[in-house]
């Protein structure tokens, strides 16, 4: 299934940092929001909620296919990551995706641990352990961190993904601002675009300052074509 990465995108908004926050950091709002998500010939939803817990935050992002789509491939995929605000920056403490849509059929369970610098957990079944150099974090937490640096003023121009079993170093450049339309509304936002080294996909990300640098557009383009779409369609904040 050619529109397995993609996919996985759309749920991680993909990217980890390794910036240095501000001690005087602005805390996360907990929130609902909906996606209008467009993937190639496929239509989806993707829903995604921040809650506060009582050492930090849980974040859960799902996606599945909708209409037709869904007679051409059916299942979601499920990601959740819990992590705590740290002077830092963001610090994820474990991670689990459960992947029925896409053919790779994957199945985590990460936790981390940072006094040792090590990532153990499962991955489809088989015991998996890494050493993190760097600060690293999981597809859900890296959305929260990069809201957190726009927040704050802190984003940098280098983000490590931990992409599950690997990690991976992406560029980050800011674009500007512009006006944009989506179904939740009309925003002024930011654009944040990113590549990795010798990639031909590049995925941009239009975030809104008065929802907290939520993305309410995320694009992937792929050798300048236009591959994946995604549009905020409804956002409500959550009690803390």
């Not at 998996?128 to 927040?151: G, H, K, N, P, T």
């Not at 490590?160 to 006006?179: A, H, P, S």
Request: charged fraction near 20%; include cysteine; proline fraction near 5%.
């Amino acid at each position: 299934m050619q529109q397995a990465s993609w996919i996985r995108l759309l749920v991680a908004f993909g990217l980890l940092v390794i910036s240095v926050a501000s001690p005087a950091e602005t805390l996360l709002t907990p929130h609902r929001a909906e996606y209008k998500v467009s993937v190639s010939v496929f239509t989806g939803q993707l829903n995604t909620e921040l809650r506060t817990t009582p050492g930090g935050y849980v974040a859960t992002h799902a996606i599945k296919t909708t209409g037709m789509s869904r007679m051409l491939a059916s299942g979601n995929i499920t990601e959740t990551s819990m992590f705590a605000p740290q002077p830092e920056g963001i610090r994820p403490r474990t991670f689990q995706s459960n992947d029925t849509l896409t053919r790779d059929k994957n199945r985590a369970e990460i936790q981390f641990d940072w006094a040792s610098g090590e990532a153990t957990g499962t991955v489809n079944g088989e015991a998996f352990a890494s050493s993190m150099d760097a600060v690293a974090y999981d597809r859900v937490s890296i959305q929260y961190e990069l809201m957190s640096d726009l927040m704050n003023g802190t984003t940098g121009a280098e983000y490590v993904l931990f992409d599950i079993d690997e990690l991976k170093t992406i560029t980050v450049q800011n674009i500007g601002t512009r006006i944009v339309s989506v179904p939740a509304g009309k925003y002024e936002a930011i654009g944040v675009r990113h590549q990795a080294p010798g990639s031909k996909r590049v995925t941009t990300m239009w975030c809104v300052r008065e929802l907290n640098y939520l993305p309410v557009i995320v694009e992937q383009h792929r050798n300048g074509k236009l591959r994946m779409r995604a549009e905020l369609r409804s956002y409500s904040p959550l009690p803390t």
